[in-house]
């Protein structure tokens, strides 16, 4: 992996996107899109849910009734049998999110966030039994599974990653850096760089990926037969989206 010394390479997605001339304060502001993450060139679109896991102990270590109250903690009998049902069907500790939708009776649509959940759940229950999903980046086995299907779509040729803005405020780590697909996945080796890259994609622009500092998903722009591989993934979760879809937590549930 190499540092790019200049952001030539980035210019066709700072240009090729939409950008969002309202702030979330201002009474014009109608939603952000995936229009404002990735360029309006590709077939098709997809949105990649970022892992959800559950929290065995306080199954394992349940609070009293009496603890539960001095502590005003809610008792959160629904989600707690849904958790206690993963345990008995020895399903590990991965749920996903068209589960948790059922369950709740949430539409799985292409605008569902996990406010949506929170909804419908007592305050506090969330992260009592559920932990993720991250924001702004992947976790390994995720990346590793996007890169499997990314690669057959990229072959030898070299591939660009840049890094969210944001966690560099007053440093001087470079943000652009060159190298292989299969880099992404070894390239943590400093504490900066902890996440995934907020966007790649290869020399031919033929996709490109954006994980949002801000989103606790990640989007893929890129043919139909890409996004169609996206989606037999067994390990990523993903919904095709198209560029109006809204990626904002305010988007109305319908």
Sequence with gaps: METCSHEIAFEWIRSGRDDQPFGRDDPRWVGNFVSHLLPKTFATYAKVFHQIDVYYDNIDNPLSPKEL????????????????????????TRLRWKEIAEFLQVPFQPELNHEWYRAKLEAGCWPRFLKGPDEGTLNHEECSALVSVLLPFTGNQRCFFRFAEMPFVGTDKPLM???????VKTFPGDEAYRFTPEYWWPADQSW????????????????KDLISRLSENEVLECIEVTLSTRIDSHAVMN
Excluded: H, W
Excluded at 71 to 92: F, Q, T, W, Y
Excluded at 177 to 183: A, D, H, K, R, T
Excluded at 208 to 223: A, E, N, W
């Design 208 to 223: 490109c990926v954006c994980s949002d500092y801000d989103l606790m998903f990640t989007f893929v722009g890129g043919s």
């Design 177 to 183: 850096f060159q190298g292989s697909l299969e880099e």
């Design 69 to 92: 109250e001095i502590l005003r903690i809610p008792p959160c009998v629904e989600l707690k049998s849904l958790i206690e049902k993963l345990r008995a069907n020895c399903r590990g």
